[in-house]
């Protein structure tokens, strides 16, 4: 069973950065393919940015290409993911996931995010 747990979230204004963090527990990390989703309220669940589990291949959802950058250090069990140039779209809670064997097993609590204008 695998633990996850998100934080870095909070209020930022358009234009600002963030950046988030996860801790994974309870499995062997460098099995695992990581991922980022957000969900606004009213929206549906949407892919964010994910990251391979141990060689580092990147994929993005085109609305944050160039913004936001997604990282692991296998050393901490920890996934990032860092957010430039926010804009009052991206105010969402955003939930890491554990990916193994083709899907999103393991899911954190979320972190909310939230980008005034």
């Known amino acids: 069973q695998v633990h996850l747990v998100e934080s870095g979230g909070g209020l930022v204004q358009a234009g600002g950065s963030l950046r988030l963090s996860c801790v994974a527990s309870?499995?062997?990390?460098?099995?695992?393919?990581m991922g980022w989703f957000r969900q606004a309220p009213g929206k549906e669940r949407e892919f964010v940015a994910a990251i391979s589990a141990t060689l580092g291949r990147t994929n993005y959802a085109d609305f944050v290409k160039g913004r936001f950058t997604i990282s692991r250090d296998n050393a901490k069990n920890t996934v990032y993911l860092q957010m430039n140039s926010l804009k009052p779209e991206d105010t969402a809670t955003y939930y890491c996931?554990?990916?193994?064997?083709?899907?999103?097993?393991?899911w954190g609590q979320g972190t909310q995010v939230t980008v005034s204008s």
């Open positions: 309870g499995g062997i990390f460098t099995d695992y393919a």
């Open positions: 996931a554990a990916k193994y064997s083709l899907e999103y097993r393991y």
